[in-house]
């Protein structure tokens, strides 16, 4: 499952007047991954039985339902999602030859994966830069607007998407936006009133595959800019 396309939700609806559906936006299912682990363990009983915990621990059911980092290394990439352990079994013919294969499935919830490297791009108050999505799927950055700043407005003018706030951040504060979690707050207050009707819905203002220019315009100050922090990201 790591390298398939996960199911897709089908946004198209029938055509009333004629054959087929109207086309409409496809949105990936949550994905799937399964994996086969073979153990051969030390002859010490002690350190068997502790490595078995630990993986037990590892793929575990958390208690608040938290994700995991799950990466996996393919012939030439590497590649991380945020995953639960779904399933586990391990049969215990063989324990006493401190030996068992493992069978394993995770689900990641956001179907995408993520390059490890992080990016951070910084734009100044009335100026453009470029972030470059190297996938081949939008995927969602966490910006960070530093006060003092006056009615912010961040544009990916490449796709035409426009985030803008009627706010004054303070000299020292911070307005935290992630796109991926949909909330937008200020020093960790929620600030998302401040949006104005004019933006697109937070969730929306993603960076495309590709080159994606950002622009950042504000009423006064913002000679902090703001930052972009994203991963390029596969489906």
């Not at 009335?126 to 799927?137: E, L, P, R, S």
Request: hydrophobic share 35%.
């Amino acid at each position: 499952g790591w390298d398939d396309l996960p199911e897709i939700d089908s946004g198209n609806a029938p055509r009333s007047a004629r054959h087929g559906s109207w086309s409409g936006r496809d949105y990936a299912q949550e994905r799937t991954v399964s994996a086969t682990i073979a153990i051969d363990g030390p002859r010490d009983s002690t350190a068997w039985v502790l490595a078995m915990r630990n993986l037990r621990r590892a793929l575990g059911v958390s208690e608040d339902g938290s994700e995991q980092t799950l990466t996996i290394r393919t012939l030439g990439e590497t590649l991380l999602a945020r995953a639960k352990a779904q399933a586990r079994v391990m049969p215990a013919g063989l324990y006493g030859q401190r030996w068992t294969v493992v069978s394993v499935r995770w689900v990641c919830p956001d179907p995408r994966r993520y390059d490890l490297q992080q990016q951070s791009v910084t734009v100044d108050a009335g100026g453009t830069d470029d972030c470059i999505n190297d996938g081949d799927v939008s995927t969602s950055p966490r910006i960070k607007v530093f006060g003092p700043v006056a009615n912010p407005v961040i544009t990916n003018t490449t796709l035409g998407r426009i985030l803008r706030f009627v706010v004054n951040v303070e000299d020292g504060q911070l307005l935290d936006i992630d796109t991926n979690a949909g909330t937008v707050t200020i020093d960790g207050e929620d600030a998302m009133d401040t949006l104005s009707s004019l933006s697109v819905p937070v969730e929306e203002w993603v960076l495309g595959a590709g080159t994606n220019t950002i622009s950042y315009s504000v009423s006064s100050e913002g000679s902090s800019g703001i930052e972009l922090q994203f991963r390029s990201s596969y489906l």
